[in-house]
Nanobody, 117 residues
Framework: QVQLVESGGGLVQPGGSLRLSCAAS????????MAWHRQAPGKQRELVAR???????EYADSVKGRFTISRDNAKNTVSLQMNNLKTEDAAVYYC???????????WGQGTQVTVSS
């Protein structure tokens, strides 16, 4: 059982930056893939950025060039650096993980990102 805890959300002006972190209860070396998602009120949850099973990164077109996903194996964390934030980026951001071998999917509780107009 993997527990994920997101942090780093908050209020930021358009054009500002935030760094989200996702702390895993287990070594991320035991995790097949990890990703960041977001869900705005009244909208479906969407994939924002992810590590593929090969270790490469992929981004939604809407955030490509502005967001960067990274990981720190020693700290069992995955981060999302968000630069040049837009009002459209406001949402609850969730971390997800797929565990190796079993392919079970786990989700964090989410962290709120608010971008003022």
């Amino acid at each position: 059982q993997v527990q994920l805890v997101e942090s780093g959300g908050g209020l930021v002006q358009p054009g500002g930056s935030l760094r989200l972190s996702c702390a895993a209860s287990e070594s991320i070396s035991t995790i097949y893939t990890m990703a960041w998602h977001r869900q705005a009120p009244g909208k479906q949850r969407e994939l924002v950025a992810r590590f593929t099973s090969s270790g490469t990164t992929e981004y939604a077109d809407s955030v490509k060039g502005r967001f960067t996903i990274s990981r720190d194996n020693a700290k069992n964390t995955v981060s999302l650096q968000m630069n040049n934030l837009k009002t459209e980026d406001a949402a609850v951001y969730y971390c997800s993980a797929v565990v190796r071998y079993t392919y079970k999917v786990y989700w964090g509780q989410g962290t709120q990102v608010t971008v003022s107009s």
